[in-house]
């Protein structure tokens, strides 16, 4: 199985900037699409940004669009997410996600393997 461990989440003033990383076990990450969800308190889990296998396809919910930017590593086996201008509503725990590429069909994907998140907490 994947493996996966997020790292960079804290606490942050409204228009910070934060930038979280997910490190993988994946032998070969290019295998794999991924992506960021979150979820916040009374909220359902959402898909924030997915990316394919090669990073020539992104997505981004509308609401950190212009905000938000994924990218990844697979030399590092790593993928980012460098979140600017950040909003309280942004505070959520933050999930990073992954699906074998020929599974991949956008953030709705049924992404298979899950880190245990990073808390990311932005104040007025």
């Known amino acids: 199985q994947v493996q996966m461990v997020e790292s960079g989440g804290g606490l942050v003033q409204a228009g910070g900037s934060l930038r979280l990383s997910c490190t993988t076990s994946?032998?070969?990450?290019?295998?794999?699409?991924m992506g960021w969800f979150r979820q916040a308190p009374g909220k359902e889990r959402e898909g924030v940004s997915c990316i394919s296998h090669s990073g020539r396809d992104k997505y981004y919910v509308d609401s950190v669009k212009g905000r938000f930017t994924i990218s990844r590593d697979n030399a590092k086996n790593t993928v980012y997410l460098q979140m600017d201008s950040l909003k309280p509503e942004d505070t959520a725990m933050y999930y990073c996600?992954?699906?074998?590429?020929?599974?991949?069909?956008?953030?709705?994907?049924?992404?298979?393997?899950w880190g245990q998140g990073t808390q990311v907490t932005v104040s007025s």
């Open positions: 994946a032998l070969d990450l290019s295998d794999f699409a």
């Open positions: 996600t992954a699906l074998p590429r020929s599974s991949y069909d956008g953030c709705t994907s049924p992404f298979k393997y």
